[in-house]
């Protein structure tokens, strides 16, 4: 958990940024013996528009469904709701940062989200929705790989429409991102001895293993004053900064950048790097029987795949570059004009969601989508 900071502008884990809807929380557990959650932002129904629909919006690694509920701009939630889609639900995957899970060494893959979290997940939204409930999905970044990955393996049902930003079923990085893949956690794992990497390492105590590194990686990313942007930079992507392009966002959230992104061990690393050396996403251990009921190759799985997908991407994504481009074209071979592409101009790969005007830039082309198929 990150520490407690007294400078803090935003509180950590607020829910203030969605003020006019009710709040409930939905604990539930997951076959391999998690606890997750899922919050739930209601309002009162003032017509039957879209009144059997609920939306359920996925964050990525390290990330958490603080990333649409933030106070400082228009956040994805309540666009939703200003937009009639009066029911919708943050889940806080295994990825979460609101969770311990991924400050240990552990061994999960997307495989262990396809086969276990997002099917609860479901299960918990429909026991307290009702089975005839529509359910869009929004997804970004490694969850948008997990629920599309989930969405071809059959584990999950019935959804509507997704909207998968960044990436889905065909990661590809930079040329500087693979060689970090390839090498990064080993050297960090096993010469380092760091058992996860951490964006806020630069508020550890003086001298201690984190807060060197942080120093380290201080001397070479001098793009602006925020040590916890520099980690996210080595952590993911390519570039500086690599998640996001700075002028998008804020500066209260560029700052608060070590409480909406977490730390993570090394095993999604690991996945990423197959995958993307498969250019394909790919079951990770195929040769454990407790994945036995997912698809060796999840891309050759969704030839078939019903839901309609919205690939969402931005045209300076320094993180999954090209992924989502790949990833229509492929999609387009086996079912022609099912899914659709949507390439939005200026932005990045996390600041599509976290932007300062995405209300503008960025939302109108996810409500364009829902509501096309909400009828």
């Known amino acids: 958990m990150p520490k407690p900071s007294s400078t803090r502008e935003i509180p950590l884990w607020t829910t203030s940024g969605v003020p006019d809807a009710q709040l409930t929380v939905h604990p539930f557990n997951t076959d391999d013996g998690l606890g997750l959650s899922m919050l739930r932002f209601e309002r009162k129904r ?4 879209h009144q059997q629909a609920a939306v359920l919006v996925v964050h990525g690694l390290t990330t958490s469904s603080d990333m649409f509920i933030m106070p400082e701009h228009v956040n994805l939630v309540t666009y939703l709701l200003d937009n009639g889609y009066e029911d919708v639900w943050t889940l806080d995957t295994r990825m ?40 869009h999905a929004i997804t970004h970044c490694l969850g948008a790989v997990a629920f599309t990955m989930a969405l071809a393996a ?36 096993y010469i380092i001895g760091v058992p ?18 942080s120093k380290l990686v201080d001397l070479v990313h001098t793009e602006c004053d925020v040590p916890a942007c520099h980690m996210l930079s080595v952590m993911w992507g390519t570039g500086r900064p690599a998640l996001y392009e700075h002028r998008n966002l804020l500066e209260v959230t560029h700052r608060r950048g070590g409480d909406l992104y977490g730390a993570t061990s090394y095993r999604y690393y690991r996945h990423v790097l197959a995958m993307v050396r498969a250019k394909r996403a790919v079951k990770y251990d195929r040769s454990n029987p407790a994945y036995a009921a997912l698809p060796n190759d999840y891309l050759d799985a969704a030839a078939g795949l019903k839901t309609p997908l919205l ?3 931005g045209d300076q994504n320094h993180v999954f570059d090209g992924s989502n481009q790949a990833c229509y074209a492929e999609l387009e071979k086996t079912a022609p004009g099912r899914h659709e592409l949507a390439v939005i101009p200026g932005y990045g790969h996390q600041d599509v969601f976290m932007g300062k005007d995405v209300h503008q830039d960025v939302f109108p082309t996810v ?5 096309r198929h909400s009828s």
């Open 196 to 213: 996860y990497l951490d964006p806020t390492w630069s508020e550890n105590p003086f001298l201690t293993r984190g807060w060197l590194i």
């Open 154 to 189: 059959g584990t999950v049902t019935d959804i509507t429409s997704c909207v998968a930003n960044s990436v889905a079923l065909t990661p590809r990085v930079p040329s500087w991102s693979a060689v970090k893949l390839a090498f990064f956690p080993t050297l960090a794992e």
């Open 367 to 371: 409500l364009d989508f829902l509501k």
């Open 46 to 49: 003032a017509s039957a528009s």
């Open 311 to 313: 690939l969402m991407t």
């Open 96 to 135: 979460s940062n609101r969770f311990p899970y991924d400050r240990v060494e552990h061994g999960w893959t997307m495989d262990d989200l396809a086969l276990y979290d997002f099917p609860a997940a479901l299960g918990k939204l429909r026991q307290e929705a009702g089975d005839r409930v529509r359910v």
